[in-house]
């Protein structure tokens, strides 16, 4: 029999299949981390410079906010969500976007007794169970803002040029913003009419699918990538063509505020977004450098929602950006930052390099250093893969500074060492 000192991997019942991350999540690993922070920390600043507070609400909430509020007709209520019942026998849903959840919240605290808009913005995770592909996650992040309590058209200017500037202000390059306007909930209705009308018309030129989703979403036929029902579409009356009254005054408003701001726009009458609490103004913004999933952030006026889910009649609009898309299209991540100091530690100093990160951490300066064991040389590979400026030597008791720029070494007060470098 084989003795063997260590006991095995087994022994400890830890072998086994790799678990891997579910289908459709990614994990954002350090080097992703630039971007996706830039994204963040650009958004909050601009945010909060136009008087948008932060709202976290909960990462799950009752199934039928996103039923009733999301709409029963869209692909995200029918396919996409992930659904539960919790122990208690609760329908339970990962939420899938944060227009509902916020209005909910909104209502939930009683927020129409706060200066009208209430403006608030939000970041974090989201999910759909759609199927995976480039920049198509099944969980993802967005940053969202929602100005709730007015209906002027100013509030759909400020919204949009808040989201451009972000955009702009991240460097992303060739963003095309598309506008539309789906009228009141009245005129969008008597529209829905008037194109079932004509879908029915040319039903036998249309795909099964669309054929089937007349009554429940005619909109989506807008959509289709089919040869036949591309040919109906062409023929169809345009929602933004019968407007009139006072959604076309909105709609013209808002336009003339965005020229006014500089920031380019082209008029879309065929967009449909995916969520059907939209009146007034829908956009998106597109970068044509991700391919397929080319929509970066998308949002619109949802007068209707807050009365729907139970509140008060409250005119509202917002936006979302899907961050990982984003970081896609902002192609290199920005650099990690680098530590300022790498201590480099002969065998019988390592104890005292680790006190000295420490202590230099304390003192606000960023420093790393080796932990597993690795040769001088290693060491200085290491420095200098890191990026700090400067290393500090230690061997043999004494403590040497070098400047990883010039190379330049002179030797330095052991004990001072940390002061000295936490007074550059
Ligand atoms: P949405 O257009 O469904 O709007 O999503 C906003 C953005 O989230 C999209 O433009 C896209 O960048 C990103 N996104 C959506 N699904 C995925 C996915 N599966 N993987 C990666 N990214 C994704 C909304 O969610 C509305 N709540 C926006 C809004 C706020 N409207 C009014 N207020």
Request: proline residues 5%; charged residues 25%.
């Amino acid at each position: 029999m084989r003795l063997s000192a260590k006991p095995s991997a087994d022994t400890l019942g830890l072998m086994g299949e790799k678990i891997k991350a579910p289908r459709g999540t990614f994990d954002a690993l350090p080097d992703s981390q630039g971007a996706r922070q830039a994204i963040g920390d650009i958004s909050r600043e601009l945010l909060e410079s136009a008087g948008y507070g932060r709202i976290e609400t909960p990462d799950f909430e009752q199934t039928d906010l996103f039923t009733r509020g999301v709409g029963e007709s869209t692909e995200v209520v029918q396919k996409q969500m992930f659904t539960f019942t919790d122990q208690g026998g609760r329908s339970l849903t990962l939420r899938p976007e944060g227009t509902a959840p916020v209005c909910r919240a909104y209502i939930e605290h009683g927020m129409q007794k706060w200066p009208q808009p209430v403006k608030l913005w939000y970041s974090g995770p989201f999910f759909r169970h759609e199927r995976p592909q480039a920049g198509r996650f099944r969980q993802f992040t967005q940053v969202g803002a929602e100005s709730i309590g007015s209906d002027s058209p100013l509030v759909d200017a400020e919204l949009v040029v808040l989201v451009w500037d972000i955009l702009s202000e991240l460097g992303v390059q060739g963003i095309e913003l598309r506008l539309g306007s789906l009228g009141s909930i009245a005129a969008r209705a008597a529209y829905l009419d008037r194109l079932r009308a004509h879908l029915r018309k040319h039903e036998d030129a249309l795909s099964a699918e669309v054929r089937e989703r007349i009554d429940l979403n005619p909109l989506r036929a807008f959509d289709a990538a089919d040869e036949g029902t591309r040919e109906v579409m062409a023929g169809a009356p345009r929602l933004l063509e019968s407007l009139e009254g006072e959604d076309v005054e909105h709609f013209e408003s808002v336009r003339a505020l965005l020229d006014r701001s500089g920031v380019p726009y082209e008029v879309d009458d065929t967009m449909v977004r995916g969520l059907d609490y939209y009146t007034r103004t829908v956009f998106e913004l597109h970068s044509p450098a991700l391919g397929a999933q080319s929509q970066v952030g998308g949002g619109g006026r949802y007068d209707g929602l807050i009365g729907h889910l139970g509140g008060p009649p409250t005119p509202a609009a917002g936006w979302a950006l899907g961050v990982e898309r984003l970081a896609l299209a902002m192609g290199q991540a920005a650099p990690e930052p680098a530590v300022d100091v790498f201590i480099v530690a002969g065998e019988e100093d390592r104890e005292r390099a680790l006190q000295l990160a420490i202590e230099l951490r304390r003192a606000g300066v960023a420093a790393d250093l080796d932990l597993a064991g690795r040769s001088n040389k290693g060491q200085m590979k290491q420095a200098d893969r890191s990026g700090a400026a400067q290393a500090v030597i230690l061997e043999d008791g004494r403590a040497t500074l070098r400047d990883m720029g010039s190379g330049e070494q002179r030797e330095v007060d052991m004990a001072a060492v940390a002061q000295e470098l936490g007074r550059r």
